[in-house]
C-alpha cells in the first residue's frame, strides 16, 4: 500500500469517526462539560481554570485533527486518481502506437 493510499484509508476512517453518531454526542458532552466546570470552578481558583482551558484546547485540537485527516485523504485520492489518469493515457498512447 502507497503512503497516497494510506493517507486515503486514514481520510476514510477519520470521516466515519466524525459522522458517528456516538462521537459526535461524546464530543457533545465533553465540551458541555468543561464548559460547565469552568462556570463552576471559582475565579481564585487560577490552575483549575488554566487546567479547563488546556481541556477545552485538547477536544478542539484532538477535533481538528480528524478533519485534518479527512482532507489529507481527499487529497491523496484527488493525487490517486490524477496518477491513474496520467497511467491511463500513457497505456492508450502506447497501444495506439502498436495498433
Known amino acids: ?39 463552576e470552578c471559582p475565579v481564585r481558583d487560577r490552575e483549575g481554570q488554566m487546567l479547563l482551558l488546556q481541556l477545552a484546547k485538547l477536544s478542539d485540537k484532538f477535533e481538528a485533527i480528524l478533519v485534518g485527516m479527512v482532507e489529507n485523504g481527499k487529497l491523496a485520492k484527488h493525487r490517486i486518481d490524477l496518477d491513474n489518469l496520467r497511467d491511463e493515457s500513457k497505456v492508450r498512447g502506447l497501444l495506439r502506437k502498436i495498433a
Open 1 to 39: 500500500m502507497s503512503k497516497e493510499q494510506k493517507t486515503l484509508q486514514l481520510g476514510i476512517d477519520a470521516t466515519q469517526v466524525l459522522d458517528n453518531e456516538a462521537f459526535k454526542q461524546a464530543m457533545t458532552q465533553l465540551k458541555e462539560a468543561v464548559v460547565w466546570q469552568w462556570k
